[in-house]
């Protein structure tokens, strides 16, 4: 069966320092990876979505940044974090043939102060 | 733009008795459909997906698509207090290149209560 890892469960930094989230996927091959954040009280905001090894697309212009190094290995970047990326970080997957169910991780919730 | 649009509540309703969430979407081309559940601090978890006009049963959950209507909704039946959760819509990209990136699109939720 397939499983989503997230980490850290939680984070607390301060503003301008770097943010580095990871995630990563076991069970399954050449997945469809996502990057959500939820801010509070708020809906799912798409991040970045990545088909394979190094095709990011990204949904909306900000500091993140996105990588995906390995198939199943999806890194969610920041050089300078500002106090609006507080939020809930989701990862998820999907195998996205043609439209499949998407399954997400346990989230990483991230304060910055 | 697409938009998905669910009431966002709060919804209460008392044990034992079917709740009703309600959604609607903009894109006619859209042939995707997923309900999830959210509890509080928790990620999102899938209870249900549609693809099909009509009526979709799982357990206590049925699914209503109606594409003429663009309308999709979840029956939650002998509502539970543990069915106390944000309930999501999301809706795939209909005939473009979101659709073949498996890519969705997301309500905000409508929060339900079930009281004992």
């Known amino acids: 069966s397939q499983t989503i890892h997230q980490w850290p469960a939680t984070l607390v930094q301060p503003v301008g320092s770097p943010l580095s989230l990871e995630c990563t996927v076991e069970g399954t091959s050449n997945p469809n990876l996502y990057w959500y954040r939820q801010a509070a009280g708020r809906g799912l905001q798409l991040l970045f979505y990545?088909?394979?090894?190094?095709?990011i697309s990204s949904e909306v212009p900000q500091n993140l940044s996105a990588s995906r190094p390995q198939d199943r290995q999806f890194i969610l970047s920041s050089k300078k974090l500002l106090l609006s990326d507080s939020g809930f970080y989701l990862c998820?997957?999907?195998?996205?043939?043609?439209?499949?169910?998407?399954?997400f991780g346990p989230g990483t919730r991230l304060t910055v102060t | 733009q697409k938009e998905v649009e669910q009431n966002s509540g709060p919804l209460s309703v008392p044990e034992g008795a079917i709740a009703s969430l309600n959604c609607t979407y903009s894109?006619?081309?859209?042939?995707?459909f997923f309900w999830y559940r959210q509890y509080s601090g928790k990620s999102p978890e899938l209870i249900m997906f549609i693809y099909s006009n009509g009526d979709k049963e799982d357990g206590r959950f049925t699914a209503q698509l109606n594409k003429a209507s663009q309308y999709v909704s979840l029956l939650i039946r002998d509502s539970q207090p543990s069915d106390s959760a944000t309930y999501l819509c999301?809706?795939?990209?209909?005939?473009?290149?979101?659709?073949?990136?498996?890519?969705?699109?997301f309500g905000r939720g409508t929060q339900l209560t079930v009281w004992p």
């Open positions: 990545s088909v394979g090894i190094g095709q």
């Open positions: 999301a809706v795939n990209g209909g005939a473009d290149r979101g659709s073949t990136l498996g890519r969705l699109y």
């Open positions: 894109d006619r081309g859209s042939q995707s």
């Open positions: 998820a997957w999907s195998l996205g043939q043609p439209v499949s169910e998407q399954y």
